[in-house]
């Protein structure tokens, strides 16, 4: 059993709709982090979270908004998606930021109508 | 910008192989380099983490080993079983103001016959 709990498992939305992604984990870990995969591609970083304060944004459009409400909580709030946004979202955490190993979730499969 | 090949893309072999797996990167100023797995429509699990202080690390029949000077690392798993069969991925840690993200390799996806 993974112990990042990722939730929807699956989610179809349209254009015009605001959805949220959630992550969660209890292992204490301070560092969290969004990943986005598409079909046959490798993981590709969106955000970093450390201590609940984002320290890493790799030019992630605004349409998708990251939030860390405390430290085993990670939301990814969506809005105005296109349907290249389509793909598998991944959330990972580890002790700290960059030297411990990243625990992932087993994401949540995003359809954009 | 750090650029990470892995080497084969694919790989198909019967039960009991020793294999190897082969993860290149072009920038040897790492963190760390991890070796993940991923089932078909799943997350990442990850099987080895080796620091950038390191040679060598080792769990079960996985042994991962890093030459950060020329900017290879390998995964050697033993006695390989229809199990083991996943698509595998590198991942280099960066650091700097980078530090804590991770550039992955293409992954390779091995396939172990009974």
């Known amino acids: 059993d993974t112990e990042v709990t990722q939730t929807p498992k699956h989610l179809v939305m349209g254009m015009t709709n605001k959805k949220s992604l959630k992550c969660e984990q209890h292992m204490g870990h301070r560092a969290m982090y969004w990943y986005k995969q598409k079909a046959k591609k490798p993981p590709e970083l969106m955000f970093v979270y450390s201590y609940e304060k984002l320290s890493i944004n790799e030019s992630v459009p605004s349409r998708f908004s990251p939030e860390c409400p405390n430290s085993s909580l990670l939301n990814l709030h969506l809005h105005a998606l296109q349907p290249e946004d389509s793909a598998l979202y991944l959330c990972?955490?580890?002790?700290?930021?960059?030297?411990?190993?990243?625990?992932f979730g087993d994401g949540t499969r995003l359809s954009i109508l | 910008k750090q650029e990470v090949t892995q080497i084969p893309a694919a790989l198909s072999v019967p039960e009991g192989e020793n294999l190897v797996l082969n993860c290149s990167f072009t920038?040897?100023?790492?963190?760390?380099l991890q070796w993940f797995r991923q089932d078909p429509g799943k997350g990442l699990t990850s099987l080895l983490l080796?620091?950038?202080?390191?040679r060598e690390q080792t769990s079960g029949r996985l042994n991962a080993s890093l030459d950060k000077s020329s900017g290879r690392s390998t995964l050697y798993i033993a006695a390989s079983q229809p199990g083991d069969s996943a698509t595998y991925l590198c991942?280099?840690?960066?650091?700097?103001?980078?530090?804590?993200?991770?550039?992955f390799g293409q992954g390779t996806i091995l396939t172990v016959h009974p």
């Open positions: 990972a955490s580890s002790a700290y930021r960059g030297l411990q190993p990243q625990h």
């Open positions: 991942a280099v840690g960066a650091g700097g103001t980078s530090y804590g993200k991770l550039t």
């Open positions: 920038d040897s100023a790492i963190y760390n």
């Open positions: 080796i620091q950038s202080s390191q």
